[in-house]
């Protein structure tokens, strides 16, 4: 949101024109565009799950949705629009998902690093207890008949013989296949020939890896690019193209959400990653802390090539997904948003829900012209059944707007194009209550050729917000402006120097130079301003026993906060100065308002003190100096041109404007004629000098 000072005086206008604008507010059924646009979007139809947390998904060949939740472990299934508990496992969370062969899915569970398989029927048998903790991902390889898991605290990838279910446990194979180095491996994905890809965690590195085609010996592990972050959380696939979402995560100590090497446990859950180590057996303590993170998209091409197509600032990516136009969909799991990032790297917000973590998509990757299936989220445990729909309820609500003063408000204009209805309300708490104004429409409202404008009813007050309702899915709102006019503050000068403030300590007569003392009286002030007016300044000054303020600078009023004054013309005496601020140039002459404040008492004195009576009786040399109005400060004497010399008044004594004084000359001066200049400084600094001829016997 921008605000701005339009040209009429002391009328500003609040604006929503970019991206950035819109994504501060809220919107339901809203498509929010990099281009600056909003639009009608899809619909997302929320799903009760009993559950905190929903945390997995896979899509079945036969579009069968399984879903795994926390913390009690148990995994739905979805069909036909119904959701239905398939089976409890013995685990706190079903952290992922894989579907097999014959209506079979496996499901990875943490802690203790178990698999399972279930039936259709909700038969629940488990098929390998890992050297692990975490089992984050799982891959189903149907010409293999083998399970890929990728795990932690370890990062370590296993490969399980899934080709005889009825089998024991104890007697299948739970091979080893790749160990990375890394803490963890949090994401994985098949590529082409058999080979795998996955992204790890602590160093959000991206590896290849290729299991032995006969199934003997250590898999193939190359690293294929090592991004700037702590976590490579997710991937997805499109031809031989990858995405993968990246997140560097703030560290505050003990409890950074990376320092146990990990990703995030999810709000709601009873779990956190465990400390790195294989011994660890039992869930830590409940954590419901906000991770504070930044993530990235970003695009790997067959050839190496990276390119960064979405970013956030201030959040994280959880989860990646595609479709069939090349679309690319980014879950994030700190503000409840899903991100559609179009081929042509146009950015859509596509849904904002109430939730704030959005952990799993379950899309299918095949359909075009918009999203088809589920959004799991945490912090409440929920699904989201999406479609590309238009909504019947699309809005847009901005985010509240502070004006920072109480105004009125005046027209409401807007671009876009078809059916859309805007309404504003207003009230002076930062948060809408019962005390704002109900929503209301604009007055008059008039239609243009590219979108409408109107006058807001809303009342006067600090704080405003607009509501935009979509009638249909060709409406697009592309900017609105609000002109408003707060009320008027009041400006305050708060400081007045008269003199330069900076100026060295005072040089004593025996060194002063004799460049002549300038009457010019250098004036600053400093003044609040609170509503940033345009602000003038006049000045008046008076001498400090009279009551009359004569003006300074003639009637021209002043715009900067100095001025230099020449008191060349002024009588010497005491004086103070009184500035006047006005911010009428901004604001109607009724409204404007004055400030002013008056200065201490500053000396003028731009008379020299006087020399009288001076003689010489050598050796000795006598006189006074006389101001008419400050007092003596220095006196001092020069033989024949030479070094000054301080004289002492005869009371001993600078303190008084007429100061008596004798001192005694240097001895030895040789006969003849010779000159004396005597100086006499006053506390101004004026400068009155005498110079006579005297002769040495």
């Known amino acids: 949101m921008s605000a701005g000072v339009a040209d009429a005086g002391g009328t500003r206008t609040w604006r929503l024109t970019s991206y950035k604008d819109f994504e501060e507010g809220e919107a339901t059924g809203v498509l929010l565009s990099s281009l600056g646009e909003a639009t009608s979007g899809f619909t997302a139809t929320r799903v009760d799950v009993n559950e905190s947390v929903v945390y997995a998904t896979a899509v079945a060949p036969d579009g069968t949705v399984y879903v795994g939740t926390g913390d009690q472990g148990t995994v739905y299934t979805w069909r036909g629009g119904k959701l239905k508990k398939l089976a409890k496992l013995d685990a ?52 293999k008949q083998t399970l890929y898991a990728a795990t932690g605290p370890t990062g370590k990838l296993f490969g399980i013989d899934v080709s005889r279910l009825d089998r024991p446990a104890v007697g299948r194979r739970d091979k080893l296949l790749a160990e990375t180095g890394e803490k963890h491996l949090l994401s994985l994905v098949r590529g082409d020939e058999g080979a795998l890809y996955a992204g790890s965690a602590d160093q959000a590195i991206l590896y290849k890896i290729v299991p032995n085609p006969n199934g003997s010996g250590n898999a193939t592990i190359s690293a294929l690019h090592d991004f700037e972050g702590d976590e490579l959380r997710a991937i997805a ?47 830590a303590a ?53 991100y559609l990032i179009r081929p042509d790297r146009t950015v859509i917000t596509a849904f904002d829900l109430p939730e704030r973590q959005v952990l799993t998509l379950a899309f299918d990757p095949n359909v075009k012209g918009g999203p088809s299936g589920l959004l799991g989220t945490g912090d409440a445990g929920a699904l989201y059944r999406v479609s590309a729909d238009p909504p019947k309820d699309a809005h847009y609500v901005s985010k509240v707007f502070d004006a920072q003063f109480p105004a009125r408000w005046g027209s409401l204009r807007w671009g876009g194009r078809g059916p859309l209805a805007l309404e504003t309300r207003s009230g002076n708490t930062s948060h809408p209550d019962k005390t704002w104004s109900a929503w209301s429409s604009p007055q008059k409202p008039e239609k243009q050729a590219e979108g409408g404008a109107g006058r807001v009813l809303s009342p006067a007050a600090r704080y405003f917000q607009l509501r935009a309702t979509f009638g249909g899915a060709k409406s697009i709102l ?23 403030e900076n100026a060295a300590r005072r040089v004593s007569a025996v060194a002063r130079s004799s460049k002549p003392r300038s009457p010019v009286v250098k004036v600053r002030w400093r003044a609040d301003n609170p509503d940033d007016d345009d602000l003038i300044y006049r000045l008046y000054y008076r001498e400090e026993s009279e009551t009359n303020w ?52 500053f000396l003028v004195d731009n008379r020299k003190p006087e020399l009288a009576d001076v003689k010489v009786a050598y050796p000795m040399a006598s006189g006074a100096a006389h101001d008419s109005f400050s007092p003596i400060s220095e006196l001092a004497y020069s033989i024949d041109g030479g070094d000054w010399q301080p004289i002492a008044p005869k009371d001993g004594i600078f303190d008084d404007p007429h100061e008596e004084f004798s001192v005694k000359l240097p001895s030895g001066l040789a006969a003849g004629a010779h000159s004396l200049a005597v100086r006499a400084v006053d506390a101004a600094d004026n400068v009155g000098a005498v110079q006579l001829t005297f002769r040495v016997k």
Request: charged share 25%; glycine share 10%.
């Open 550 to 601: 004569k003006p300074i600078g003639g009637n021209e009023p002043l715009t900067r906060t100095d001025f230099e004054w020449n008191t060349e013309s002024i009588p010497d005496g005491n004086y103070v100065i009184k500035v006047i601020s006005s911010d009428e140039r901004s604001n109607p002459r009724e409204e404007a308002l004055e400030a002013s404040l008056t200065s201490t008492p």
């Open 286 to 338: 409940t954590s419901t802390r906000d991770r504070k993170g930044r993530g990235a998209i970003y695009r790997v091409d067959p050839d190496g090539r990276v390119e960064q197509l979405h970013a956030l600032g201030d959040g994280y990516f959880t989860a990646l997904s595609t479709d069939g136009d090349g679309n690319v969909w980014a879950a994030a799991g700190s503000n409840g948003r899903v």
């Open 478 to 500: 592309r900017d609105v402006t609000v002109y408003y006019q707060p009320q008027n503050q009041r400006q305050r000068v708060t400081e007045i120097v008269v003199g330069d």
């Open 92 to 143: 706190v969370l079903v952290s992922s998902l894989a579907a097999g062969p014959a209506g079979t899915v496996f499901a990875g569970t943490m802690p203790g690093g178990r698999v399972f398989a279930i039936d259709k029927d909700g038969k629940v048998r488990e098929v390998a207890k890992l050297d692990a903790e975490h089992v984050w991902s799982l891959i189903f390889d149907e010409a």
């Open 237 to 283: 696939r499109r031809g031989n193209t990858l995405y993968v979402a990246v997140n560097e995560f703030q560290r505050s100590g003990a409890a950074a959400p990376s320092s146990s090497g990990g990703p995030l446990a999810p709000r709601g859950t009873k779990i956190v990653t465990p400390p790195t180590t294989s011994t660890t057996t039992t869930p």
